[in-house]
């Protein structure tokens, strides 16, 4: 199972918006909605963001917001502020009755 | 609140094996898949596989197929990953994580394992 494709990095500016791309197959991403988001930080263990494409769990701000077309899944980050620079990755339920994590994109705040 | 706290760091030889504990608290332990991940210094997460507490039932990722061993002791709500003839590429930080609705949340503190001669 190949990893789910994401772009390396994306940057924006505080306050402005920015999205992260995670393409897979009809395998994974394109028929299942257990499409989740991580959000990692330096030296700590990674944090569920968004899961089922588009749901937040408590305590995540509502300026994450995910979304699913086709075999590519989205995460967007509005407003971004300085706290949001950190490594995301996407994940997906797959036809092998496993799961795949994508590639991983560094977010900077300019 | 959900807790996962797995075992401390190993420093182990090429060839040899490691084993890994997961304790979770805090929830009902037979309920909920718990998932291990893993993480190579500087690299990306790897799923490496998932066991469910109740009935012991496994899915491994097919890059581990035959090398790794999900298992559960139900009577201490823990769960144990144990990987064999380890190599210099499976030094890495390891995971475990409950399985939710198709993500996984919580996680645990993680686990680092060298592997070096």
């Known amino acids: 199972q190949s990893a789910l494709t994401q772009p390396p990095s994306v940057s924006g500016s505080p306050g402005q918006s920015v999205t992260i791309s995670c393409t897979g197959t009809s395998s994974d991403v394109g028929s299942y909605n257990r499409v989740s988001w991580y959000q990692q930080s330096p030296g700590t263990a990674p944090k569920l963001m968004i899961y089922e494409v588009s749901n937040r769990p408590s305590g995540v701000p509502d300026r994450f917001s995910g979304s699913k077309s086709g075999n590519t899944a989205s995460l967007t980050i509005s407003g971004l502020q300085a706290e949001d620079e950190a490594d995301y990755y996407c994940?997906?339920?797959?036809?092998?009755?496993?799961?795949?994590f994508g590639s991983g994109t560094k977010v900077t705040v300019l | 609140q959900v807790h996962l706290v797995q075992s401390a760091a190993e420093v182990k030889e090429p060839g040899a094996s490691m084993k890994v504990s997961c304790k979770a608290s805090a929830y009902i332990f037979n309920t909920y898949y718990i998932h291990w991940v893993r993480q190579a210094p500087g690299q990306g997460l790897e799923w490496m596989g998932r066991?469910?507490?109740?009935?012991?039932?496994?899915n491994y990722a097919q890059n581990f197929q035959g090398r790794v061993t999900m298992t559960r002791d139900t009577s201490i709500s823990t769960v144990y990953v144990e990987v064999t003839r380890l190599r210099s590429d499976d030094t890495a930080m390891y995971y475990c994580?409950?399985?939710?609705?198709?993500?996984?949340?919580?996680w645990g503190q993680g686990t680092l394992v060298t592997v070096s001669s």
């Open positions: 066991i469910h507490p109740n009935s012991g039932a496994t």
């Open positions: 994940s997906s339920y797959t036809s092998s009755s496993t799961y795949v």
């Open positions: 994580a409950k399985g939710v609705q198709g993500g996984f949340d919580p």
